[in-house]
């Protein structure tokens, strides 16, 4: 549950629509808006391989209003954004291999929908608030470490590209038409309701259902560093972005509370899982060594100078929550 106390009394009878909220950071943050008394309208496409999962709404499912739709569909979203006081902004193809093999629609959804949703909130609700879920990949490969907002951008990837498209749109937006936005960019998200089937939104859930199977899972390298934000710190800041108006118009770096090596990460899982489990460590594979970052890790001073944010869950917290909300409920999510 988020932490922030002003929530409720900030987004009590607020119209709030979340794209992509069937997914895992949309359905976690759901949750705290409706317990605020938020209206809630959820909007997602359901199509299997972007992570959106009814199940993720179980408990509010009668506390939400829930329209399949694609966010694609400008007939849709113009009608989606009416009246709506608050739109976060989480719909997207987050898989970085799924982009080089399949282009045109990553630019789709990634690009020219986020242009979509732009038009139809300045046509049809321009007071509107948004929340853009951006990423920590458009920075490509860092040349210092940690990464801040001042870092180049250099995406080594098509959903890179498009999602720093993506982002620019909003922000541009917000400088010409006065569409209020901020871009939140995130680094490895983890926590319940993350997608585990497969490694399209990251590897770190992968690891999480093998090892709730009680099979072996593969580390990549294993020296590499990174940093992990526990979804509901990750709520947090979209909650605090969309209340603050110093936000509007920028851009946030969200991080971790410590930077990892992935064989550490693997160590730390099996901990958290009782000491049970066990990984091999394995070379890079030939089609994703092209377009890895390497080490990665950022800072996150300007959002917490902005916003008072910071990450409080622990990463071994984290862990255990997480496998925790898995065993209870794997089934659901295979």
Known sequence: ????????????????????????IGSNLARPLVAAGAQVTIVDSLIPQYGGNLFNVDGIQDCVRVNIADVRDPHSMAYLVQEQDYLFNLAGQTSH??????????????CRAQ????????KHNPNVKIVFASTRQIYGKPDYLPVDEAHPLRPVDVNG??????????ILYNNVYGIRATALRLTNTYG???????????FLGLWIRLIAQGRPFEVWDGQQLRDFTFVDDTVDAMLAAAMNERANGRVFNLGGERAITLKELADLLIQANGGEGRYEIRSFPPNRKPIDIGDYYADYTSISEALGWQPRVHLREGLELTLKFFRQHLEKYL
């Open 1 to 24: 549950m988020s932490q922030n106390l002003n929530h409720a009394e900030h987004f009590a009878g607020k119209h709030v629509l979340i794209t992509g909220g069937l997914g895992f």
């Open 192 to 202: 319940p309701r993350m997608r585990i089937r497969d490694a399209r939104q990251t």
């Open 115 to 122: 242009l979509s949703i732009l038009e139809a909130c300045q």
């Open 161 to 170: 590209i498009n999602k720093m498209a993506g982002e620019r749109y909003h």
């Open 97 to 110: 291999l799924d982009s080089m093999a399949n282009p045109h629609a990553d630019l789709e959804i990634n």
